[in-house]
C-alpha cells in the first residue's frame, strides 16, 4: 500500500499532488490520502483509491520443434519436414488483442489470429508470480497447415502500460525470421530429337536434349 502520510511534505507539489515511485511495480497499490491543516483538522479518505504500475517490458521467446537435420543449407527444410513454433510471452497484464504476429508466405501477408492459453503449471515449469497471478501465455503455430513458402516471421507485443517488448529470443533468430519449406520433389524430363538409331546406338544425324527441370 501507499500512504501519503509516509511522505516527506517537500515531495507535495504546489498543487497538492505528489508522484508514486515507479519503484511500486505491482498490480495491488493501495493509495490512501491524509491530510492535516494548521488549525488541527484531519481529513483521511475513507475510500482508497487503488492503482497498479507496471514497469516491466513483456518478454517474448520462440523456440521450434525442429530436429537435427531439418535445415538443408542454413534456412532451407525439405524432406517431407515441417515445424511448429511455440510462442511464449511473460506478461502480467495480458491482452491477447495486443500481440502482432506478423508471417508471411512469399512476401505476401497471412491472417494469424493470436489465440493465447495460459501455461499450465508443471514441475519444471511455475506461470505465476508471487502474489499467485498468472505470468506466462503461449499459443503454437504448425507450418504445416500453411504449405510451402518462403516465410518471414516477427512478433510484437505492447501492453497495457505501453510498454513494448525489445525484440524476442528463443532458438537462432536470424534462421527464424526467414526460411523456406519446401517439400515438393524436382520433377525432371528429358526430349530428345532424332529417334532414327542404326544397330542399336548409332545415328547418321545430330540429336538434340532438351531438359526441363520443375522447381520452385
Known amino acids: 500500500s501507499f500512504d501519503s502520510a509516509n511522505i516527506d511534505s517537500d515531495e507535495f507539489r504546489v498543487d497538492g499532488t ?8 505491482s498490480n495491488y497499490l ?5 491530510v492535516h491543516d494548521y488549525a488541527g483538522n484531519t481529513y483521511n479518505n475513507d475510500k482508497p483509491t487503488n ?17 537435427e ?3 538443408s543449407n542454413e534456412k532451407y527444410i525439405g524432406n517431407n519436414k515441417n515445424r511448429v513454433a511455440t510462442i511464449t510471452i511473460e506478461e502480467l497484464n495480458f491482452d491477447n ?7 508471411k508466405k512469399d512476401g505476401k501477408d497471412l491472417e494469424i489470429a493470436p489465440k493465447f492459453e495460459a501455461v499450465k503449471k508443471t514441475e519444471e515449469v511455475n506461470p505465476f508470480d508471487e502474489n499467485g497471478d498468472q505470468i506466462l501465455w503461449t499459443m503454437d503455430i504448425d507450418y504445416a497447415t500453411l504449405g510451402e513458402g518462403d516465410f518471414e ?5 505492447t501492453d497495457k502500460a505501453k510498454n513494448d517488448n525489445d525484440g524476442w529470443t528463443g532458438d ?25 538409331v542404326k544397330n542399336d546406338k548409332y545415328f547418321a544425324a545430330d540429336r538434340k536434349a532438351t531438359v526441363t527441370i520443375i522447381e520452385r
Open 51 to 67: 492503482l497498479a504500475i507496471d514497469k516491466t517490458i513483456p518478454f517474448i521467446e520462440v523456440t521450434y520443434d525442429d530436429e
Open 172 to 196: 537462432d533468430v536470424a534462421v527464424n525470421k526467414n526460411f523456406t519449406i519446401d517439400n515438393t520433389k524436382p520433377v525432371i524430363t528429358v526430349e530428345i530429337t532424332n529417334d532414327d
Open 30 to 34: 493501495t493509495i490512501n490520502v491524509v
Open 69 to 71: 537435420d531439418t535445415f
Open 97 to 103: 488483442s495486443a500481440v502482432k504476429i506478423t508471417v
Open 18 to 25: 505528489f508522484v508514486v515511485p515507479a519503484d511500486f511495480d
Open 153 to 157: 516471421f516477427d512478433i510484437a507485443y
